[in-house]
């Protein structure tokens, strides 16, 4: 049963948590569910199952510097569905979400080698990985603030998602929660970060959102969803020093308060004081 605490636990949490925020953008809008379905949830337990299961200390940094870059790939993956939509081939809604989700996760992962590859020859010449990640933050906080200066309506959901696409969100997030911790096991620190905020959640909100409330809702959340998931890269720079000291189940309390009254917060104050009035 050594397996079960640091592998099952971390991911039945995911799953369960994943479930549990779909209903944001749908229930409150594209603004503020947005921001609400982006603040540090999965990554809690993916970091404690990270941290129980790291090779050594460095794979736990490794790890936790990768999410931010992650986090900046997928804030990429997130645009592409603002963008992509009216240069889709034509067709049933069953057929135009189908290429949407092929283009846009094999954006995703060409996204993520480009990464990887940089991040890869960066640490090689010496730069720390740990100044990468934080780069990598900034950048998120950068592109996700341009997206929310468009003009894009945000309604909110008049249809509930169904059952079985919650069942297929939280699937996916403990699916990838597992992954990590297996690859944090076998050392690959970088790697388990990256599969720890693969767009499990991002995926089916714009899948579910866009299959029962139209394309509207879904990219309309886009910018804030971009902008605050932010604080997830936040939370994993911030748990490196707070972990050794408070431990990962204290610790992530403290952390999960940083990480959003850094930017979940500021953000939310933005976007309400009129930086998006005319849309988003």
């Known amino acids: 049963m050594d397996w079960f605490v640091p592998f099952v636990v971390p991911a039945l949490l995911a799953g369960l948590v994943a479930v549990a925020v779909t209903v944001a953008v749908e229930r409150f809008g594209g603004v503020v569910g947005g921001l609400l379905g982006t603040v540090p949830t999965t990554i809690v337990p993916a970091s404690w199952g990270i941290w129980a299961t790291a090779s050594d200390p460095g794979t736990y940094v490794e ?64 730069v720390p990985v740990l100044a990468l990640g934080a780069l990598a933050l900034a950048l998120n906080l950068a592109v996700g603030a341009a997206a929310c200066l468009a003009t894009v309506p945000a309604p909110k959901g008049d249809n509930p998602v169904t059952l079985p696409t919650l069942v297929a969100r939280g699937s996916l997030a403990a699916s990838a929660i597992v992954v990590a911790t297996v690859l944090a096991a076998s050392g690959a620190g970088f790697l388990s970060g990256l599969a720890s905020v693969f767009p499990a959640i991002f995926l089916t909100t714009m899948v579910a ?21 932010a604080s997830v890269g936040a939370f ?22 940083l990480s959003v009254a850094v930017v979940t917060v500021p953000s939310g104050l933005w976007l309400r004081r009129g930086a998006m009035s005319e849309g988003l």
């Open 63 to 126: 790890a936790m510097a990768a999410v931010p870059v992650g986090m900046l790939v997928n804030a990429c993956f997130l645009y592409l569905w603002r963008v992509l939509p009216p240069h889709l081939p034509t067709g049933t809604l069953s057929v135009t979400l189908a290429w949407m989700v092929g283009v846009s996760l094999a954006g995703w992962a060409l996204l993520s080698l480009a990464a990887t590859a940089v991040v890869s020859g960066a640490s090689a010449v010496g």
């Open 209 to 229: 959102l866009w299959w029962s409330q139209g394309a509207a809702v879904p990219s309309g959340a886009v910018g804030p969803m971009m902008l605050g998931g």
């Open 236 to 257: 994993a720079l911030l748990s490196v020093p707070v972990f050794p000291w408070l431990g990962p189940w204290l610790g992530s309390a403290v952390v999960w308060g």
